[in-house]
Nanobody, 123 residues
């Protein structure tokens, strides 16, 4: 299973970006999927998440009302629409997924991370 993020970049404060995370491989089910971020010198933190493979979502307080997480189950792709960006949103954004993979002989559940995409918000 691979997770590939895209959509990061440099934007001015108040601007918008849309991140994408595409999951590929022998996927039987995506149990949970979310976005995390890590700023320089800080711990990785949860930004937004779909829990239990459904539509139940949670957001970090710092992004509520500005960021929206969505998914296209048919494409195994998740999105993060980020509006009203602030300099403090600058970080590497990572996609994470709890996936049950199917090798054809057995199924195994694991946690996967993407390579990260840089988001830089200038003031």
């Amino acid at each position: 299973v691979q997770l590939v993020e895209s959509g990061g970049g440099l934007v001015q404060a108040g601007g918008s970006l849309r991140l994408s995370c595409a999951a590929s491989g022998s996927i039987f089910a995506i149990n949970a999927m979310g976005w995390y971020r890590q700023a320089p010198g800080k711990q990785r933190e949860l930004v937004a998440i779909f829990r239990s493979g459904g539509t139940d979502t949670n957001y970090a307080d710092s992004v509520k009302g500005r960021f929206t997480i969505s998914r296209d189950n048919a494409k195994n792709t998740m999105y993060l629409q980020m509006n009203s960006l602030k300099p403090e949103d600058t970080a590497v954004y990572y996609c994470n997924a709890d996936v049950t993979a199917d090798s054809g002989r057995y199924r195994m559940r694991n946690d996967y991370w993407g390579q990260g995409t840089q988001v830089t918000v200038s003031s």
